[in-house]
């Protein structure tokens, strides 16, 4: 008799499979976050022989409809390998924000924040944890402007391959009290709070 078993990939293995699989990405850093970004996978359990104490096993089809999207920014997830790739852990897609780092175009992406309302706004995990990260300068910034000018992108103030690069973004609000330009830097951000 042959038995089989799915085996529960739980998120510390799956931060663990994903570090040994990954070095050299610069995402890496965020994957942490990006674990939040799915909830927690259908209960996993073996088959069991005569008499011994066993629960049904989920498929991985059920395991996939019984996941819950916790960030309104996945575009499609699996937490089980669907075949193609080499480990048997699951994969995120997530959508790619537009921002303006020192007149070029950056991309990040958003899985959490320290602030309930604004989690609960944006569609994200709210993490109080990270107001330590902030309380501690461990962070970059991003500017999001409230009637800003037509094209206008949030700025942040690093960016990855920045040797201050971090994915942990201090939120502030922008708002115009004059004519709106488009602003694309933090340095003219800057300039333009002072004016």
Same mark, same amino acid.
């Given at each position: 008799m042959k038995m089989s078993s799915t085996r529960k990939l739980s998120r510390r293995r799956f931060l663990g499979r994903t570090t040994a699989y990954s070095c050299g990405i610069a995402l890496a850093a965020a994957f942490p976050a990006l674990i939040a970004a799915c909830g927690e996978e259908a209960p996993s359990t073996a088959v069991g022989t005569a008499g011994a104490t066993a629960t049904p096993t989920a498929t991985p089809a059920q395991a996939q409809n019984q996941a819950t999207k916790l960030? *309104?920014?996945? $575009?499609?997830? @699996? #937490?089980?390998?669907?075949?193609?790739?080499?480990?048997? *852990?699951?994969? $995120?897609?997530? @959508? #790619?924000?537009?921002?303006?780092?020192?007149?070029?175009?950056?991309?990040? $992406?958003?899985?959490?924040?320290?602030d309930r309302q604004f989690a609960e706004q944006e569609k994200l995990v709210f993490v109080p944890k990270l107001l330590g990260a902030d309380a501690d300068g461990h962070h970059g910034d991003i500017y999001l402007f409230e009637r800003g000018a037509s094209g206008q992108m949030p700025v942040v103030s690093t960016a990855p391959g920045q040797p201050d690069f971090t994915p942990l973004l201090q939120v502030h609000r922008a708002t115009w009290s004059g004519n709106a330009q488009v602003l694309d830097s933090v340095a003219k951000v800057n300039e333009a709070a002072q004016a």
């Amino acid at each position: 008799m042959k038995m089989s078993s799915t085996r529960k990939l739980s998120r510390r293995r799956f931060l663990g499979r994903t570090t040994a699989y990954s070095c050299g990405i610069a995402l890496a850093a965020a994957f942490p976050a990006l674990i939040a970004a799915c909830g927690e996978e259908a209960p996993s359990t073996a088959v069991g022989t005569a008499g011994a104490t066993a629960t049904p096993t989920a498929t991985p089809a059920q395991a996939q409809n019984q996941a819950t999207k916790l960030v *309104g920014d996945v $575009v499609d997830f @699996r #937490l089980i390998n669907d075949g193609g790739w080499k480990w048997q *852990g699951g994969w $995120v897609t997530m @959508r #790619l924000q537009e921002a303006s780092f020192e007149g070029q175009k950056a991309y990040f $992406v958003r899985t959490d924040a320290s602030d309930r309302q604004f989690a609960e706004q944006e569609k994200l995990v709210f993490v109080p944890k990270l107001l330590g990260a902030d309380a501690d300068g461990h962070h970059g910034d991003i500017y999001l402007f409230e009637r800003g000018a037509s094209g206008q992108m949030p700025v942040v103030s690093t960016a990855p391959g920045q040797p201050d690069f971090t994915p942990l973004l201090q939120v502030h609000r922008a708002t115009w009290s004059g004519n709106a330009q488009v602003l694309d830097s933090v340095a003219k951000v800057n300039e333009a709070a002072q004016a």
